[in-house]
């Protein structure tokens, strides 16, 4: 009989050991805030399970998303031996779908853990770990073996853990620090005390944590750099280990090709070099990205070791030329590939209600861009954050172009109103002031804009570097600039948006709320650009972060139509500007954002405050004032 029992319960008792610990978790999204329509998808089985990096694909990867063990201690306390609960990897601890809602704050240590399983077949090689973001001071021991330690809380950083793996489950420790609004560390909008323009802090991984299996020899990045006037495109592939060539082939791909499931086409072109030489490839009246054709190539690395192939990575690339161009009468415009294009888009902030920083699922990762694209948009201004790298994939495959924010280190002004040294609403060039951050800031900005410029230059839909914005933590604006240009020379260089002007960069760029008008042009010296106006509010009842305190740059409207008629008054408004030497427009906003209600859709995604044909066609219109 006890046979029996045992016989007939085995099938459940399979079950529970496949599903798992996280099958029996009490895991649900925290509070009772707005939330979108894709938070009903998340669970701990399927947080952010897409491939993480689009352009260098392997075929092995297993990703260590999902439930964590997780702790909050004193500063400088241990690791305690039990945890508090369970958080959702990755979503930061503050977010709602991270399962705890809890802030953390300066004066505290927020500890992960996490127990897995390396398959057998990896051993042969390397076994790399990969954090695609962590917000803002990590460090990391696998096994009790200390990894390293990453500060910045926007770019990715890898340990290979081969050296330090036992038998059976691995035992990951992640101790995390973040001191958000402290002069410091670029934070963007964090605040430890949101309100107003300021957003709910953002502490710990709040990007992808994944594991790969590579050769012992192997490709670790590349960086391609196309040419469209003469066809080539050139690539340097980085080698870890002793490898003994390196191939690179350009194949055919097509208007949004995907690396996720796209089949390459034809060869185009091949080339072959020892380990640290370039390599050009050329293509014969090459397919030219931009937003209207957004043509993407394959590529395909394949490195070499004793004359055989041991590392084969897939990507793609494209052929783009963001430069100054003058036009017809005489106006310095911002150029794509050759020819003048306006430039009008969103300030966008990519934050979410229920992920913060975190898109709850790639589809609403998507969705955005999708929407900007529907309403007559080509570009996207994205504001003082950088977005996990399939963002900006979708951008490349759907087709828009973006202004890339250095993430604010700073926001106050220590200048009183009335000091002429502020010189708040931008009088003149050359006025207002250096914010007085300490050389370690200094240091930080430097060290974390070129990562992020490191990380993000393959993506051919950025054709903007914005490393200052506002004047919020404005300093030494020219060799920041010289600097941004030491890191890239094949995009443009918007010095500081609606910040403290200077004569260096290509770009003078004004806000005004709410009308689109530049209170001062350059006088022919940069290209003239309008990067915020607008912020018309119209809160949406049943839609809203916090009851009370929402607001709009100029009050607030009492319905969708009353926006559209500001907006499109605004638009009106807008086109002499652009006649007349304006070369960009950028709208404040995508969508709401915590008790900031100017957006075009509710901060939830659920409402579309406006008529989406009619705003599309105002939209074009615009674009059309000098095309």
Known sequence: MKKLLFYSLLPLLLLAMACGGEEKSNWAPAGDRIRTVWAEEVSPSNAHPEYPRPQMVRSKWESLNGLWDYSVTALDAPQPAEPDGEILVPFCIESSLSGVGRNVG???????????????????GRVLLHFDAVDWKSEAWLNGHRLGEHTGGYTAFSYDITDYLVSGRQSLVVKVTDGTNNDLQPRGKQVLKPGSIWYTPVTGIWQSVWMEPVANVYASSFKAVSDI??????VDVAIAGQADKVTVRLLEGGEGYSTDDGKPGALVAEATALPGEALSLHADAPELWSPEHPYLYALEIEVFKDGKPVDVVKGYTAFRKSSMVVDKDGYKRLGLNNEAYFQFGPLDQGWWPDGLYTAPTD??????????????????RKHIKVEPARWYYHCDRLGIAVWQDMPSIAANFPVPKDDPRRQWGQKAYDTGFDYPLSEEAKATYYKEWKEIMEQLYNYPCIVVWVPFNEGWGQFDTEKVVDFTYGIDRSRLVNSASGGNSRHCGDILDGHNYPRPIMKFRSGGEQIDVLGEYGGIGCAI???LWQEGNNWGYRGLCADGAEVLEKYEGYALEFIPEI??????????????????VN????????VVKVDEEKFRAINLKVRGAIE
């Open 106 to 124: 300066p004066d505290s240590t927020l500890w992960y853990k996490k127990e897995f399983k390396v398959p057998s077949s990896w051993k042969k």
């Open 229 to 234: 006037d003469s066809g080539n495109i050139n």
């Open 363 to 380: 589809e609403a990762l998507r969705f955005d861009i999708v929407k900007t694209k529907e309403w007559g948009w080509n570009m996207i």
């Open 541 to 543: 009842e049943g839609h």
């Open 579 to 596: 006649k007349s030497g304006v070369s960009a427009g950028v709208y404040t906003q995508t969508t709401d954002v915590e008790g900031e």
């Open 599 to 606: 957006g075009i859709m509710t901060y939830d995604r659920k």
